[in-house]
T-cell receptor, first 112, second 115 residues
Framework: DQQVKQNSPSLSVQEGRISILNCDYT??????FLWYKKYPAEGPTFLIS?????DKNEDGRFTVFLNKSAKHLSLHIVPSQPGDSAVYFC???????????FGTGTSLTVIP | DTEVTQTPKHLVMGMTNKKSLKCEQH?????MYWYKQKAKKPPELMFV???????INESVPSRFSPECPNSSLLNLHLHALQPEDSALYLC??????????????FGSGTRLTVV
């Protein structure tokens, strides 16, 4: 049973425009969320996180939004750059947990 | 040093071979993890070590044997694997277990092919 879902396997965006990646979860006990970026043949790299006490967290070009009532989070990248092309995973955990549940990933392609 | 280093990067082994994967970190992290990732799938947790003791084994077959000789090193011993075990094996570490807000640092993985 997939507790974290990323329903869009791929996304293409023009350079300079906004990229929006979406993630849904089913477990209401999740209260900490992460986004990871993964290049081919490399391990995931932490991007940005958010806890359930917030609904928005910004770090440079990256902003994560959390809608707890909808059990939905999204990652906005503005402006998108070709170097952002990678697979993006969202992951969720209970605050005191040690296991992250990963979504299946969204492959982002930023077109120059 | 803010990295998790995994060796080898690539490994091809026969079904009768014995091999080991190695993971090393020098960030003072006391929790270390093995994940398995198949193509186009999310990483799946295999084992968790906390303070060098095995904390979680996610019902992994005994042909995978983890070992944590010290706080900086995590090994995964492989024996009698099957072709379906071919995958990317990721090591990760975190400051301590049970604190999700610290997140993980991942290694770049070992691409394992079983022939």
């Amino acid at each position: 049973d997939q507790q974290v879902k990323q329903n869009s396997p791929s996304l293409s965006v023009q350079e300079g425009r906004i990229s929006i990646l979406n993630c849904d979860y089913t477990n209401s006990m999740f209260d900490y969320f992460l986004w990871y970026k993964k290049y081919p043949a490399e391990g995931p790299t932490f991007l940005i996180s958010i806890s359930s006490i917030k609904d928005k967290n910004e770090d440079g070009r990256f902003t994560v939004f959390l809608n707890k009532s909808a059990k939905h989070l999204s990652l906005h990248i503005v402006p998108s750059q070709p170097g952002d092309s990678a697979v993006y995973f969202c992951a969720a955990s209970g605050y005191s947990g040690n296991q992250f549940y990963f979504g299946t990933g969204t492959s982002l392609t930023v077109i120059p | 040093d803010t990295e998790v280093t995994q060796t080898p990067k690539h490994l091809v082994m026969g079904m009768t071979n014995k091999k080991s994967l190695k993971c090393e970190q020098h960030m003072g992290h006391r929790a270390m993890y093995w994940y398995k990732q198949k193509a186009k799938k999310p990483p799946e947790l295999m084992f968790v070590y906390s303070y060098e003791k095995l904390s979680i084994n996610e019902s992994v077959p005994s042909r995978f044997s983890p070992e944590c000789p010290n706080s900086s090193l995590l090994n995964l011993h492989l024996h009698a694997l099957q072709p379906e075990d071919s995958a990317l094996y990721l090591c990760a570490s975190s400051l301590i277990k049970d604190r999700a807000d610290y997140g993980y640092t991942f290694g770049s993985g070992t691409r394992l092919t079983v022939v």
